[in-house]
Every structure is written in C-alpha cells, then in structure tokens.
C-alpha cells in the first residue's frame, strides 16, 4: 500500500464529522494488486500522464458510491456525473489497473455469447433485444472520445478471421443474423479479400466490421477518469474495499481506512471484486489472458497489416492482435482457468504469432504481461441488484470493452429511473457453475477441451 496522501479538496467537502471505526479489516481481504503499481506492460510504458490521486482515510459521505476504476465503473461514473450526480468512485489499485487497462484495446461490437446463442438459450425476444443494443457500447466509447479529447490512439475497423469452412459458414450465419438487426456495416471476406487487410496465408475468410476499431485501453480509462473529475466526481485510488452495508436505511462501502455512507452503491469490480462481497463470488470466475508485445516493426509492420485493422479470430480459445500506435505487433490469447499467470508468456504465446506471421520467429519482444476478465457460465454478462441500493454489474467473459461501456449506461439510467433495459438483463438467468467453486476451474478446463478439439479438425 502507498504512503498515505493529505486529503483533498473533494475528500474535504465529502468529510464526516464522526471519527472513522473501521479502522481494521472487517475481513481478512487479501489485496489484489500488491502495491497498486501498473504492470510492466506497453500500454503502461505509454500511457498519458495522470495525477497521484489520494488514498481514502476518513469517512464521507455521497449520493453514489461506485466500486471499481475500469471500464464499467468509469463509464457508469460518467453517465452519472453528466446527469448531476454526486459520485464516489473507489478503486483498490490504480484507475485501469485490471482488465480495462490491460486488454487487447479491440473494439468489438457484440457479446461473447453470439445472438444464436442467446436467441436459443434465452427466446428470440432476448436476443431480439441484445441485437438491438450490442452497437451501442461502440458509440459510448467513440463519444467519449470525441466529448472529452482523450488521446488514445484511436483507429477503425475490426476482423473476425476463419481458418476453416465450418468456421466460415458460421461467419455467414452470423452476418445474416447481424443484418437482419439492422447491422449493415459488416462484410463478408473470402481469401483474397481477407489478405488485402491481412497479410497471411492462415485464413479461408472473414468478416470485417467496418464500424468496429481499436485504441490504447488504458490512455481511454485514464481519459474517462479525468472526464469524470471534470464533470465533478472524485476518485479515490489505492483504496481497498473490504465489505459492504446496506438495508432499507442506508448503505455503506467499507475500505481499509475509510467509508462512504451513500443513497447507493454500484459494483464494478468484475475479476478484481475478489471476496468482498460473497453472494457475487461464485457468480464468475478469473480467467487469465496474455500478450505480447514486440518491438517496432517499422515497415514489415504495414506488410504484415497493411490495412492497420485489427484482428480476432472465432476460435473457442481465440487469438487476437493489432498494431500499436509506434509499429508494434501486440499479440494477445491463451487462457488459464482460475486466473494464474503463465511461467513464460512469451514462450506460450509466440508460437500462436509466428503461425500467423513466420516473419516476426526472431523478432524481439520487449513487453509481455497478463490479466484477468471475468467468465460467466453461460458467457452472457450479468447485471443486477443485491438489493434497492445495491446494483452491480459483470461477466464479460472476454469481451467487456464494449459491454462494459454499455453496462454502465444501463446502470446509470437505472439509477435515473429508466429502468426498462436493467430489469431485461436482470431476468436473464444466472446459470451456476456445475459443481460450484470447488469445480468451476476443472469443469471449465474440460470444456476448453472439447471446443479446442473441435477447432483443431474443424467440426
């Protein structure tokens, strides 16, 4: 834990007048991020600069107390703050430490689960509704970036790559299914098509979104946090949340050395949300993803991606990748059930990159680094309420940049009193893990498994 900073203006005008008596852990909650330093990853090598925000050491008061500095608690502050809410935001490490900071920076519109999916798992109305939405992340993101001046690097299109024909016609059935929720900017990619964007031989086709598009995750979460500030929300960092109070006359978030007495509290801790609130626990599970970043590339890199799209794959353990900003290649996948680090990310991960691109075999590789997201069972992010004052929202399952955006629209118009989009997704089911904790992980490793099997011969 850093050293603890004077309090600020915003920690003043929030301040109690009683004496904090939390002053010990009210769980024995292990903290998540160490020191709360970033990774030694490239997006934290290259991120703007950001101000030493203070550590929470009193207690105060807000309307709404958000936990959580990624991509849902980020945008669900900035929906709230541009609606005049008075807002808290609590983040355990650093904003963008998690998920949000980490990621492969691909803007993709749609859920991990497919419209298919959801449609046969949920009813056509669901994922009537869902196909009506999966867009709009997308757009959040893109005002955001417009509304604010952040500098992230942003760049345009996407690519959904097939190595096979079963692959491919399940691109087909999936365009089909796009178009007729009004989606038209997708395209269908044969071979050639494909390599005009894409210089490889390891692909039959694709699908590229043309409104789709790629940026630097961590510049935009710093960049929503400012965007925050400036709207008149305050931030506190290096603030590890430890439990949750709430019944029908209060509601308070608990941290080490401090509290938020509020109207309400949103949880946004996803994969980091760790054991603090034990109805969410088994809810998801960590999964880890990695990447790799090599060094500039200079003019191999406009061979390799002369399009300058970025790319993603439509295996059940997917690769994905894109160029950075100064001409790296950032190479992203695996996944690890249950969250642990790999013992060499460059070892595992490079072979996946020099199958796409053989020219990169003896390219050095300046920047590897991991992360959690967070995975549902049925793969559909969840969103809902513990309680009137207690919303939450998580699950993502590997495709929260857009979703997250989303969600947190969603959780602020809530709070506005427009309920009709929350109370949808609150009445999807929660479908457990079978066997629960104890066999969420092996459960889930078998399962990889079989998908993985059926990538490999292409059933």
Request: glycine share 10%; charged share 20%.
């Amino acid at each position: 834990m850093t050293t603890s900073s004077t309090p600020s203006s915003e920690q003043d005008s929030h301040s109690l007048n009683s004496r904090s008596v939390h002053s010990n852990n009210k769980r024995n909650i292990p903290h998540y991020a160490n020191n709360g330093d970033y990774p030694d990853s490239y997006y934290a090598a290259s991120r703007n600069p950001k101000p030493q925000r203070p550590r929470l050491e009193t207690d105060i008061r807000c309307e709404i107390c958000i936990v959580g500095g990624g991509y849902s608690g980020l945008s669900t502050a900035l929906h709230l703050t541009e609606t005049g809410h008075d807002v808290v935001l609590l983040e355990g490490a650093q904003i963008g430490w998690g998920a949000s900071g980490r990621n492969g920076g691909q803007i993709v519109n749609g859920l991990n689960a497919s419209l298919q999916k959801i449609k046969k798992s949920y009813g056509a109305p669901t994922a009537d509704f869902v196909g009506q939405l999966v867009t709009r992340g997308n757009a959040i993101i893109r005002r955001f970036i417009r509304d604010y001046a952040i500098e992230c690097d942003l760049k345009e299109k996407n690519i959904f790559a097939a190595f096979n024909q079963s692959q491919m016609q399940d691109l087909k059935q999936t365009h089909e299914l796009w178009q007729r929720h009004g989606m038209g900017e997708r395209e269908l990619l044969d071979k050639d098509g494909i390599r005009q964007y894409v210089n490889t031989d390891a692909y039959v086709g694709g699908m590229i979104d043309h409104s789709g598009g790629h940026m630097h995750p961590l510049n935009l979460a710093l960049g929503e946090a400012a965007a925050v500030e400036k709207n008149g929300g305050t931030i506190y960092e290096h603030t590890l949340v430890v439990d949750i109070e709430y019944d029908d006359a209060h509601a308070k978030v608990i941290s080490e050395f401090g509290s938020v007495t509020c109207e309400r509290i949103v949880l946004c801790g996803n994969a980091y949300l760790n054991k603090v609130v034990p109805k969410l626990t088994d809810r998801v599970m960590p999964v880890s993803t990695q990447i790799i970043a090599t060094e500039p590339l200079g003019a191999l890199a406009d061979e390799l991606i002369p399009s300058d799209v970025c790319i993603e794959d439509v295996r059940y353990i997917l690769d994905y990748y894109r160029l950075s900003a100064d001409k790296r290649m950032l190479f992203g996948g695996g996944t690890v059930y249950g969250g642990q680090d790999p013992a060499d990310i460059s070892a595992k991960i490079r072979p996946n990159m020099t199958k796409i691109f053989p020219q990169l075999r003896d390219v050095k590789i300046d920047y590897a680094w991991s992360g959690n997201f967070a995975l549902s069972f049925s793969r559909v992010p969840q969103l809902g309420k513990l309680h009137d004052r207690v919303l939450f929202a998580h699950g993502y399952s590997g495709h929260g940049v857009t979703g997250s955006h989303l969600f947190g629209q969603i959780l602020a118009d809530a709070i506005n009193g427009k309920t009709d989009e929350f109370e949808v997704f609150t009445n999807i089911p929660w479908i457990p893990f079978p066997g629960g904790r104890a066999l969420r992980v092996p459960y889930s490793m078998m399962g990889s498994w079989w998908y993985a099997l059926k990538d490999w011969t292409g059933l």
